[in-house]
């Protein structure tokens, strides 16, 4: 069965420092990946999405960047913080075919201080 | 006009009811449709898929009108455990791998 971890569940940050949050597939192969924030009270934002690796298209101008090394590995950066990054990070895929279910991993909280 | 449009409630209904939820979407090139529960500060998960001849899983009835574009939810015999978000999903149309999420509708079962 498929699984998908994300680490860590939360971080407490200052405003100004770098952010590296991972996203990890188990149990597929060529998945579509995906980042999403949800602000407190908020629907979910998509950020980025990856069709395959080394392939990333952002939905919003940010300060945040993807990366997508391996398959199964989706990495959420930023080289400095704001305060508006706070909030919640969710990592997503879905089978490639683009219609189906997307499945969510826990989530990082993120504070930026 | 939003793309996925949705009630943000709260409904609060007492234990037994029972509750409806709509959710209207604009692209009428929509190919799937989804309901997902969120509980409070956990990740959203995929509740039940939605048919074109409507489906049913327990309590829970998924409704599609195509022709009026919306989709619904019914739960039956609400129970405590029901509280939560529930989140509208529409996805497809023009190959596009982006589902469209709606800001979501609140539960709140009280005794």
């Known amino acids: 069965s498929q699984t998908i971890h994300q680490w860590p569940a939360t971080l407490v940050q200052p405003v100004g420092s770098p952010l590296s949050l991972e996203c990890t597939v188990e149990g597929t192969s060529n998945p579509n990946l995906y980042w999403y924030r949800q602000a407190a009270g908020r629907g979910l934002q998509l950020l980025f999405y990856?069709?395959?690796?080394?392939?990333i298209s952002s939905e919003v101008p940010q300060n945040l960047s993807a990366s997508r090394p391996q398959d199964r590995q989706f990495i959420l950066s930023s080289k400095k913080l704001l305060l508006s990054d706070s909030g919640f990070y969710l990592c997503?895929?879905?089978?490639?075919?683009?219609?189906?279910?997307?499945?969510f991993g826990p989530g990082t909280r993120l504070l930026v201080l | 006009r939003k793309e996925v449009e949705q009630d943000p409630g709260p409904f609060n209904v007492p234990e037994g009811a029972t509750v409806a939820f709509n959710c209207t979407y604009s692209?009428?090139?929509?190919?799937?449709f989804f309901w997902y529960r969120q509980d409070c500060r956990k990740e959203p998960k995929l509740l039940m898929s939605?048919?074109?001849s409507g489906n049913e899983d327990g309590r829970f009835t998924a409704q599609l009108n195509r022709a009026s574009q919306y989709i619904s939810l019914l739960i039956r015999d609400s129970k405590l455990s029901d509280s939560a978000t529930y989140l509208c999903?529409?996805?497809?149309?023009?190959?596009?791998?982006?589902?469209?999420f709606g800001r979501g509708t609140s539960l709140i079962v009280h005794p």
């Open positions: 997503a895929w879905s089978a490639h075919s683009g219609r189906e279910t997307q499945y």
């Open positions: 692209n009428s090139a929509s190919q799937s």
């Open positions: 999903v529409v996805n497809g149309g023009g190959g596009s791998y982006i589902p469209t």
């Open positions: 990856s069709v395959g690796i080394g392939q």
């Open positions: 939605v048919y074109s």
